[in-house]
């Protein structure tokens, strides 16, 4: 009898082991600000980068809302390459089983978050233009109130900006005249995090 029941402990040991592993394995999680850099839109996956680490997405189960916050859903298809994302859902190291995407590279309540690569700058007036990966160039709007930061999280000056710096920059967007205004902040991101990113 002794022996069935040290039989059973460990088989239920062996089992509760194997459940805390998966969990260890497998995190819920979200990743803000992540950068699509491919999309399927017939398989619903995709691959987004944040930081250097590229995130590998299952995005078939996923919900899919406009912009940070708020209950807009937006299709799929409509989701872009260089859009830029929060995603959430259970994390298996660099693989994501996504409950929820977040686009917000898309209106709503006509902000936006951008990324993309500076192709000119204008100090008189203060705006920049960027490349997108498939949303085309935008011009950007800079004010005296918009923070702007380097890679290392510091607040510089207008002036700090340069050509070719791969930025993220959040504003009021106007998809028809391909325009950010209203600029609430630019963020230069590290290049050698991004090194896959091409405009």
């Known amino acids: 009898m002794r022996k069935k029941i040290i039989i059973v402990s460990l088989g239920v040991l ?67 390459k260089g859009d830029v994302i929060n995603i959430e859902g259970s994390f298996d190291d660099k693989d994501v089983t996504a409950t929820k995407i977040r686009d917000l590279s898309y209106n709503n309540k006509k902000t936006a978050t951008f990324y993309g690569v500076i192709d000119s700058l204008t100090e008189s007036t203060k705006t920049f233009k960027i490349d997108t990966l498939d949303r085309d160039k935008q011009t950007v709007a800079v004010l005296n109130s918009t923070d702007i930061e380097n890679k290392d999280g510091h607040d510089i000056d207008f002036s700090d900006l340069q050509e070719n710096d791969k930025i993220l920059v959040r504003g009021k967007w106007s998809d028809k005249n391909n325009t950010i205004t209203k600029t609430k902040w630019v963020t230069i991101l590290d290049k050698d995090n991004y090194e896959d990113l091409d405009d």
């Open 14 to 80: 062996a089992v509760l082991a194997g459940a805390m592993f998966s969990a260890k394995a497998a995190e819920a999680k979200v990743v803000k600000n992540a950068i699509i850099e491919k999309i399927s839109h017939s398989a619903k996956t995709l691959e987004a980068v944040k930081s250097g680490t590229t995130y590998v997405v299952d995005a078939k189960n996923a919900k899919i809302r406009k912009g940070s916050s708020g209950s807009k859903s937006l299709k799929y298809s409509k989701v872009k």
